[in-house]
């Protein structure tokens, strides 16, 4: 139950997600007002903010604020404010995101090991042609990022068959399978990848990581799926080693710029395939139900996790 006294929670959000959020979260946090930026709140009034990409400076208006919750579990478009209040940004995290999450992995993975791409355009030329695959028992998937969807994508590919190996900034010893740990690490975990699956924050550490330098340590002929942030690639670098046939084919769920630009060209390449930002979308319902644990934890004296630590960007 939401507490009685009146919560007032301002929600910055683009146009298209705006009704799609707040009509849930009326309905499901009665006792709570909603306020955007078009309604001008009085700026004292408002406690806690439900933010995806507020204008920089903008949150500062808000002297009682008490948390911020970013929309979704990537919080780099919030940190980016130098103005950002001194107050906890916590993360939406919801039950339901990592079984999602592992769901679209699962699927780009087997689609890269059944050769789903070249089969299809076979297809369409109506050519029937002998398709071999390996077993994914043959095939190793490499993961960046072992946190929350990292762990839980690694059970689900181990599930299915494939080898699994894994690289997070620290160590992490009861892991049961080969883990890597930092940059020093990072060229031995990537030697042996067939599949490379990001799932890393974007932070200044990752930004621009997946290099052309870091795909050619890759095995000839892997590939590449991406559900983190875009700026994690650098595009020019994997769009050669795609042409170059170094990398077989990538799956690519987020971008640098959002909607991707009708005239890149990951969207015609025939060795790319491009999904809108979502392998794992924030649900208005789960959001709603996360806000709600949220608040009554900080109205009650506690403090609700998981906090982001800004030192390190995630
Ligand atoms: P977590 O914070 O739980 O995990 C992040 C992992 O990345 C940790 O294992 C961490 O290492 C590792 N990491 C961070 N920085 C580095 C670095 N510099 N070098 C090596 N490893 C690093 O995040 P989640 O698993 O919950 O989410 C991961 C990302 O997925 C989100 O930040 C978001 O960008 C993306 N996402 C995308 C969605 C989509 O629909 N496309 C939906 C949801 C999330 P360590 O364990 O040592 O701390």
Redesign the pocket.
């Known amino acids: 139950m939401m507490t009685h006294r009146a919560i007032s929670i301002l929600c910055v959000l683009p146009d298209q997600w705006r009704d799609y959020y707040l009509d849930t979260f009326r309905e499901s946090l009665p006792h709570a007002r909603f306020f955007t930026p078009d309604d001008a709140p009085v700026p004292e009034d408002i406690t806690y903010a439900f933010v995806l990409q507020p204008p920089h400076g903008y949150l500062a208006r808000f002297p009682n604020l008490k948390a911020i919750m970013p929309v979704?579990?990537?919080v780099e478009h919030v940190l980016a404010d130098d103005a950002l209040p001194d107050v906890p940004v916590i993360r939406m995290i919801q039950p339901d995101?990592a079984q999602r999450?592992s769901e679209y992995i699962v699927q780009h993975a087997l689609n890269h090991l059944r050769r789903l791409r070249q089969i299809q355009a076979a297809q369409a030329r109506s050519e029937w042609k002998l398709f071999v695959c390996p077993a994914a028992t043959e095939v190793t998937v490499g993961i960046l990022?072992?946190?929350?969807?990292?762990m839980h994508a690694a059970g689900y590919l181990s599930a299915v068959g494939f080898r699994v190996r894994g690289?997070?900034?620290?160590p992490k010893p009861d892991c049961d399978f080969p883990a890597f740990?930092g940059r020093s690490e990072l060229p031995a975990f990537l030697s042996e990848c067939d599949v490379l699956v990001s799932?890393?924050?974007?932070?200044p550490?990752?930004s621009g990581l997946i290099d052309e330098k870091f795909l050619s340590l890759l095995n000839p002929g892997a590939s590449i799926i991406n559900?983190?942030?875009g700026g994690i690639i650098r595009d020019e670098d994997l769009m050669a080693s795609l042409n170059s046939g170094h990398i077989s084919e990538a799956t690519l769920?987020?971008f640098a710029i959002e909607p991707l630009p009708a005239s890149h060209p990951y969207w015609s390449h025939p060795k790319v395939t491009v999904t809108p930002?979502?392998?794992?979308?924030a649900l208005a319902e789960a959001v709603a139900d996360r806000m709600q644990v949220i608040i009554e934890t900080i109205e009650s004296g506690g403090t609700p996790s998981p906090v982001v630590d800004r030192a390190?960007g995630?």
């Open positions: 979704g579990a990537g995101m999450m990022g072992l946190g929350r969807l990292g690289w997070a900034r620290t740990a799932l890393l924050p974007f932070t550490d990752t559900a983190s942030r769920d987020a930002h979502c392998a794992s979308a390190s995630y």
